[in-house]
């Protein structure tokens, strides 16, 4: 595992679109995995249940991961499989946006999370047993405000294509408001460099789970006459709750649990 993190950090691609040429340092999810997700022999195989629980929500209340699932984790997550089953959602994603017929009055937004859904954590988590340890605010917000999180390649790509339809873009994070401004400098580095709105968690919320939270400010959002037309996160609690938009999209993510 020492030497796919070593591997994993030190490793540049360049990635093209069409004839742009995009070079990503630290681009993520380079590495086959050696077993788990890569079909090889697991020892204690129900790691593989456990995540499918999870994506399914049917596994909740989790606070880490069990710590027998720490290598079948760091492998998928490091692995062509998180890839792949990424690309899958944004794929579908982008042929139901491309079936639409859209006003054309800026009024039609698609909501996006942040964090595992259009910039990765992976290098934090990566260093911290891929969820196997308990969460440390203060060294996961010390990550954040590097501000150096890497985008994830499928939400970036959709990300562009939703813009050339003329779909407007909305952030709308658990990350709080003091983060802003390096949330915001991050994402433009990361590629993400327009949106209509970038909506973080502002102290009123402190003990709301993200489900309030997040359903009320897109009840906002569609009280200002915005029409929500596709919802995108990595965890459950960014697709539930009320006005949800018109279709929602869950992005692989068995990493953390957020209620």
């Not at 970036?156 to 003091?178: A, C, I, M, N, Q």
Request: proline residues 5%; contains cysteine.
């Amino acid at each position: 595992m020492a030497l796919l993190l070593f591997l994993f950090l030190a490793t540049t691609v360049t990635i093209s679109q069409g004839s742009d040429q995009v070079t990503i340092p630290h681009q993520i999810h380079l590495l086959r995995p050696q077993s788990g997700a890569g079909g090889g022999h697991v020892p204690g195989l129900s790691c593989l249940s456990w995540r499918l629980g999870v994506e399914t929500n049917n596994v909740v209340g989790w606070t880490t991961v069990p710590e027998e699932c720490e290598a079948y984790v760091g492998h998928y997550m490091l692995g062509h499989q998180y890839r792949k089953d990424s690309r899958v959602v944004a794929n579908q994603a982008l042929i139901y946006a491309q079936s639409l017929s859209l006003a054309r009055d800026g009024k039609d937004v698609w909501v996006f999370d942040i964090d595992e859904t259009t910039l990765s954590n992976l290098p934090y988590y990566a260093r911290h047993g891929f969820g196997v340890n308990p969460y440390n605010a203060t060294l996961f917000n010390k990550w954040v405000m590097e501000g150096e999180a890497p985008p994830l390649p499928e939400s970036l790509k959709l990300y562009k294509k939703l813009l050339s339809l003329g779909t407007k873009v909305v952030f709308l994070t658990g990350r709080p408001e003091d983060q802003r401004t390096v949330t915001a400098n991050n994402l433009r580095k990361a590629g993400y460099h327009t949106w209509e709105k970038l909506i973080l968690k502002a102290s009123s919320y402190t003990g709301k789970t993200a489900v309030v939270y997040k359903s009320s400010e897109r009840k906002k959002l569609e009280k200002s006459g915005y029409r929500i037309i596709g919802n995108m996160g990595d965890q459950w609690s960014d697709l539930l709750g009320t006005n949800v938009g018109n279709r929602t999209f869950k992005l692989p993510d068995p990493m953390y649990y957020i209620s």
